[in-house]
Structures are given as structure tokens and as C-alpha cells.
């Protein structure tokens, strides 16, 4: 399996110097060999590969004018073409959107492979650079001279902190917390609602507040942004509103990833079967009156987390399909619902006279269909999501058998 440690580096002013010079670089390949390859679709109506791009590099080196790029390192460069091919490979399949023009005003990254890069007792040396790059080393239970690096992503963020993300090879039995005990095996499954007021209701009635990271720092954002647009341009004080503006996001994105991580990791922990359903994102978020709230979520990075955290640990994540009527269906007698607003909290099933919470109705209902996916065997393969066991479109009837209750082993 592969895992990536990002650690907080401390470059020297020369090391910075050569790292910035090498962002720089990075940034002129990835648009100029954007620009020649929507250059040449438009006129020749050609798709460029890999190896063209490799050739027009290599002219592009040759070119005087562009002779600088000799002065870095030549393997993020090389790793530039080959993440620009993945990204259109991406787009033509349907994963990603199209490919976009770097900008010098984000965040910046170069990626070295083996080839550009040592690791000796636990230090890094980058190709190009005098002397090894300090970085802090977060993980006390991993002995960073053991590890064997394959990759070496340098970054710096728009607010000017640098990191770096180090991918190496584990072993997938290594189950292991961040204080190095095992994961015990709970034998318990739980259904997880995803929602705007509770972040997570499970189908055990535990409910996880959503913390609203950005709507709590939106007004000191707004403040920020109204001080930045009355400086002139290119001026240093804009810079400096700027980095204020970045520094403000950026604890708002650790505050979130820091919860959503706490929130995984605890229901993988503490179940080893998770049933959650495959919502629509990208397709919620086109709602103006909730698009904010649902984006401040992170629904899809919850469910990257769960992925991968469960592939690690050995439990088992199921996805039901996300037309199932959860919701609007009883978790008692199966009764469904011709309709239930969004304001509707509690409702009384008409069949058997339940009074039912909507959150944990639904919690309870995508368990069952999670274990009935799981007991079928069922379904096609969810595209991106290999560490997802299928799940299988149900369509919503009124039922009469029901759907069956989870009975909990104490």
C-alpha cells in the first residue's frame, strides 16, 4: 500500500532560492506544453501523447531563450508532462474536469523520483540543492531511516509555508494507530446518514455536530478581503493582505481536515463494517442555497478517508446506491413515503404508527441495505472507489415485507 508522510520543512534562503527557481520552471513547462497541445487539437485535430510532449520539452530546452531550464533539476519537469497526461486522461474518462493553467499566485509543487532525490538516516537530499532539507518529523512510533521512499513532493502554500510529502511502500497488514497499537476487532456494524446540522448521525443514535469551519471564520474572511481590495495592485501591502487571506483559509482547511480525520479514524476503530450512501456532491452542490454549507462539509474527502483508512485496518465499507429512499422509508415496517421535506425532523409511519428521528431512520435503513448488498454479493463495481464494495440500485416500492431490523449483539 502506499502512504504519504507530509511533514512541515524548513529550507534554507538558498534552498528556497533553488526550490522557487525549480516552481517557476515547473510552471513555464506545464503551460507552455498545455498551450502547444490545445494548439495542435485546434488546428490538426490530433491528440497529443506522452512521448510528443517528452520531444517538445527537449526543444524547448534547446531553445536559447528558454536555456534556464537547465539550471533545475530535469525530473520535475518530466514529472510535469506525465501529470498533465494523467490529468487528460482523467478528463476524457469522466473522473476529472479539464486541465487548467497554473498560476504563480497559488500553491506550487515539484514532485522528484528516486532518480533526483537520496534518503540517507532518515534525510533528505534534493537534486540541484547543497545540503539536506530539514523537515520535522511528525510520527514517533515510525523510525523515518527504515522507510524507503519512492517520491518527494515538495510544496509551499500560498501563505509562503513550505512541506513536504514523502510516498513510500507499507505493507497493508501494517494496522496500525498513530500510537502504534492494532485496531481490535469490534465485530459491530454501523449505518452512517451524512448531513448539514449533524455532520453524522449513526444508525446506533450517536450524532456528530457539523463544526461549520468556514461559516465561523467567514466574517474575519470577508473583513480580510475588504482590506485587500483597497490596496493597489502589486504593491507589497496587497501582498501582505493577500498572505493574511491565505493564512485565514488555510487554518479553516487544517481545522476541517484535523476533524474529518478524528471522525474516520473513530468509526473505523470502533466498527468493522461501515455502511454509508454514495451521494451526489458535485451534483448538490448546484443548489445556490446550500451549495456553501454542503462545500464547508467535506463529504468527499470523508469518504476518501473511510476508503483508504478502511482498506488499511481490514474493515469493510459498503456505499448503497444513492436513489435509495432512506429517508422517506420506516426502518420498522418498510413503508414508504410519497414525500418528506427537507423541514420534516420527525414523522410517524403510517403503516405501524412509529414515531421516527429522520436522521436515525435513515441511518438505520442504509445499515440494512448495506447488509443485504453485502450479503447478495450483488452489483457493479463503483468507478474510482476500489476499497467500496458494490453496491445494488434498489428502487423504491411500497413495501410489504419490510426491511429488516438490525438486531445488535451485545
Known amino acids: 500500500m502506499r502512504t504519504a508522510y507530509k511533514v512541515r520543512a524548513y529550507p534554507t534562503p538558498e534552498q528556497a532560492a533553488v526550490l522557487t527557481r525549480t516552481f517557476g520552471c515547473v510552471r513555464l513547462v506545464w503551460n507552455k506544453v498545455l498551450t ?6 485546434h488546428t490538426e485535430g490530433r491528440k497529443t501523447s506522452y512521448a510528443q510532449t517528452d520531444r517538445y520539452l527537449t526543444e524547448l530546452k534547446r531553445d536559447a531563450e528558454h536555456g534556464f531550464l537547465y539550471e533545475v533539476s530535469s525530473v520535475p519537469l518530466q514529472q510535469v508532462l506525465r501529470h498533465q497526461y494523467a490529468a487528460f486522461v482523467n478528463f476524457f474518462a469522466g473522473r476529472a ?3 487548467r ?3 504563480r499566485s497559488g500553491k506550487q509543487s515539484a514532485t522528484y523520483t528516486r532518480s533526483a532525490f537520496r534518503w540517507r538516516d532518515g534525510r533528505l537530499h534534493l537534486g540541484k540543492m547543497d545540503g539536506p532539507l530539514e523537515f520535522v518529523w511528525s510520527w514517533p512510533h515510525i523510525d523515518p531511516v527504515a522507510i524507503n521512499p519512492t517520491t518527494v513532493t515538495v510544496s ?4 509562503g509555508r513550505w512541506y513536504v510529502s514523502i510516498a513510500a511502500d507499507t505493507r497493508s497488514d501494517d494496522s496500525t494507530r498513530g500510537d502504534g497499537e492494532q485496531f481490535p476487532p469490534p465485530l459491530h456494524a454501523v449505518g452512517v446518514d451524512m448531513g448539514v446540522k449533524d455532520f453524522v448521525v449513526t444508525s446506533d443514535g450517536d450524532r456528530i455536530a457539523n463544526p461549520r469551519f468556514l461559516e465561523r471564520k467567514a466574517r474575519s474572511l470577508a473583513r480580510y478581503q475588504r482590506r485587500m481590495a483597497r490596496k493597489q495592485r502589486g504593491s ?8 493574511k487571506i491565505a493564512r485565514a483559509h488555510r487554518k479553516v482547511r487544517n481545522a476541517r481536515a484535523d476533524f474529518l480525520h478524528r471522525t474516520s479514524t473513530r468509526l473505523v476503530r470502533d466498527n468493522d463494517v461501515i455502511v454509508i450512501e454514495d451521494l451526489a456532491v458535485k451534483n448538490m452542490i448546484r443548489n445556490r442555497s446550500l451549495a456553501k454549507a454542503i462545500s464547508d462539509c467535506g463529504w468527499g474527502e470523508f469518504r476518501r478517508m473511510l476508503e483508504y483508512k478502511a482498506a488499511r485496518y481490514g474493515r469493510h465499507l459498503i456505499a448503497v446506491d444513492r436513489w435509495y429512499p432512506s429517508t422517506k ?3 420498522g415496517c418498510g413503508y414508504v ?13 403510517p403503516g405501524c404508527r412509529s414515531r421516527h428521528d429522520r436522521d436515525i431512520n435513515a441511518a438505520k435503513n442504509i445499515l440494512a441495505a448495506g447488509l443485504a448488498v453485502s450479503a447478495c454479493e450483488g452489483g457493479v463495481r463503483h468507478a474510482g472507489s476500489s476499497g467500496v464494495q458494490p453496491p445494488v440500485k434498489q428502487e423504491a416500492q411500497r413495501a410489504t415485507a419490510g426491511i429488516p431490523v438490525l438486531r445488535h449483539r451485545e
Open 101 to 103: 493553467f497554473k498560476s
Open 156 to 159: 509551499r502554500d500560498p501563505d
Open 337 to 349: 413515503l410519497e414525500e418528506l421535506s427537507l423541514s420534516t425532523r420527525h414523522w410517524t409511519c
Open 97 to 99: 474536469r479539464y486541465p
Open 236 to 243: 507589497n501591502n496587497r501582498a501582505k493582505a493577500k498572505t
Open 36 to 41: 502547444w497541445r490545445q494548439a495542435r487539437y
Open 329 to 331: 422509508t420506516c426502518s
